[in-house]
T-cell receptor
Framework: RKEVEQDPGPFNVPEGATVAFNCTYS??????FFWYRQDCRKEPKLLMS???SGNEDGRFTAQLNRASQYISLLIRDSKLSDSATYLC?????????????FGTGTSLTVIP | EAGVTQSPTHLIKTRGQQATLRCSPI?????VYWYQQPLGLGLQFLLW???????NRGNFPPRFSGRQFPNYSSELNVNALELEDSALYLC??????????????FGNGTRLTVT
């Protein structure tokens, strides 16, 4: 089983729509979770860190569900500029230390 | 605060040659990670350095190697280049800690083309 799994999409949504992505992780002891955004042929950029029960930053809300071992990203009022690939990243703790596990990414296209 | 810097931006090599890619982490970050991303595919973990030592490596052949210098900058070497080594090579840095982890911060990447 993969450490992190994401629905690859693609998600095609109209401007102004609300869209949600889910990501599941296999290590129940995982403590740190992040969402990154990657534009085509560019480097991933940190979108949000996900803490305890979740957090919000403007139109973006990240949620963590430890019982079901998933994190989600909700984007409200989608903009054309939100079109990108969204990567879920999990960092389990333990003897392996600072290892990060990436999902394969979910592709989003916001349509005018 | 200066971000993660990588050089060169682009690198064109022929099959069988050797490539050297460089990375400078954010000031204060001691962990450096290398990832390979072929066009249209996901990130594949290559190497992780922390405090000058290799801590982990991904499922890549030994011709992929690297090192971390005392100033925490890092170098990735790829020997005997093959066509399938063509990819975007991304370097990322983070703070080294044994508790709550800090996120990764990526450089702009080096695009390696092997012909």
């Amino acid at each position: 089983r993969k450490e992190v799994e994401q629905d690859p999409g693609p998600f095609n949504v109209p401007e102004g729509a609300t869209v949600a992505f889910n990501c599941t992780y296999s290590n129940s002891a995982s403590q740190s979770f992040f969402w990154y955004r990657q534009d085509c042929r560019k480097e991933p950029k940190l979108l949000m860190s996900v803490y305890s029960s979740g957090n919000e930053d403007g139109r973006f809300t990240a949620q963590l569900n430890r019982a079901s071992q998933y994190i989600s990203l909700l984007i409200r009022d989608s903009k054309l500029s939100d079109s990108a690939t969204y990567l879920c990243v999990v960092n389990p703790e333990g003897n392996t230390g600072n290892q990060f596990y990436f999902g394969t990414g979910t592709s989003l296209t916001v349509i005018p | 605060e200066a971000g993660v810097t990588q050089s060169p931006t682009h690198l064109i090599k022929t099959r069988g040659q050797q490539a050297t890619l460089r990375c400078s982490p954010i000031s204060g970050h001691t962990s450096v990670y290398w990832y390979q991303q072929p066009l249209g595919l996901g990130l594949q973990f290559l190497l992780w350095y922390d405090e000058g030592e290799e801590r982990n490596r991904g499922n890549f052949p030994p011709r992929f190697s690297g090192r971390q210098f005392p100033n925490y900058s890092s170098e990735l070497n790829v020997n005997a280049l093959e066509l399938e080594d063509s990819a975007l090579y991304l370097c990322a840095s983070s703070r080294s800690n044994r508790g709550r982890n800090s996120p990764l911060h990526f450089g702009n990447g080096t695009r390696l083309t092997v012909t």
